[in-house]
């Protein structure tokens, strides 16, 4: 079976300051790997994704994430966190299935605390 | 371009009581999960909806159960409510046939079982 690990409940970093939230992951076979951020009182926001091809993924609002299959690693990644990135960041994997199966199984969430 | 959308935002009710919340999918998407998500916790796979029939199900009990519309919108159902059903219940639509496939998430629905 599919599952996520997010070994860090809460991640606190400086306004400027690179961030990386850290997220494993076991699945069989080739996997789809997401990160979503998730505000207060929000559903998910979609940030970024790996299905397959160059390991390092760019996304939304300058936020990144390297793929490391021999780690089983989907860190997510920003050069000069801000204070509005500071939200819950969840990692979710989905098995490389037919078409229009995908079944997302998250991580715990990690909690980012961005300071001024 | 209409996203994801959810109703009601909020519910109360009681034991025992049923439920139902509803979904309309993104604009082109034919295809709805809905996730439960306990709070502190992740969200978790219920069940998806494609072309009228239930295509994939979660670990949870037959208590919860759903329907899709031809327009593709979606109800999910939840029978003789426990206190542990207390939740946020989020909706995805994602469309099938696409290679690189992403699942847009709605607000959800803040369920209180009281």
């Known amino acids: 079976a599919q599952s996520v690990a997010q070994p860090e409940d809460q991640v606190n970093v400086a306004e400027g300051n690179p961030l990386t939230v850290k997220c494993t992951y076991s699945?069989?076979?080739?996997?789809?790997l997401f990160w979503y951020v998730q505000y207060p009182n929000r559903g998910l926001q979609f940030l970024l994704k790996?299905?397959?091809?160059?390991?390092l993924v760019k996304g939304s609002y300058g936020f990144e994430a390297e793929f490391n299959k021999s780690q089983t690693s989907f860190h997510l990644k920003k050069p000069s966190a801000l204070v509005s990135d500071s939200a819950l960041y969840f990692c979710?994997?989905?098995?490389?299935?037919?078409?229009?199966?995908?079944?997302?199984?998250f991580g715990t969430g990690t909690r980012l605390l961005v300071s001024p | 371009d209409a996203g994801v959308t959810q109703s009601p935002t909020h519910l109360i009710k009681t034991r025992g009581q049923q439920v139902t919340l509803r979904c309309s999918p993104k604009?082109?998407?034919?295809?709805v999960s809905w996730y439960q998500q306990a709070l502190g916790q992740g969200p978790q796979f219920i069940f998806q909806y494609y072309e009228e029939e239930e295509r994939q199900r979660g670990n949870f009990p037959d208590r919860f159960s759903g329907h899709q519309f031809p327009n593709y919108s979606s109800e999910l159902n939840v029978n003789a409510l426990l206190l542990g059903d207390s939740a946020l219940y989020l909706c995805a639509s994602i469309q099938s046939g696409e290679i690189q496939e992403t699942q847009y998430f709605g607000p959800g629905t803040r369920l209180l079982v009281l």
């Open positions: 699945v069989s076979g080739n996997p789809y």
């Open positions: 979710a994997v989905s098995p490389l299935r037919n078409t229009g199966f995908q079944k997302l199984v």
């Open positions: 790996y299905i397959t091809g160059d390991n």
């Open positions: 604009s082109g998407h034919d295809t």
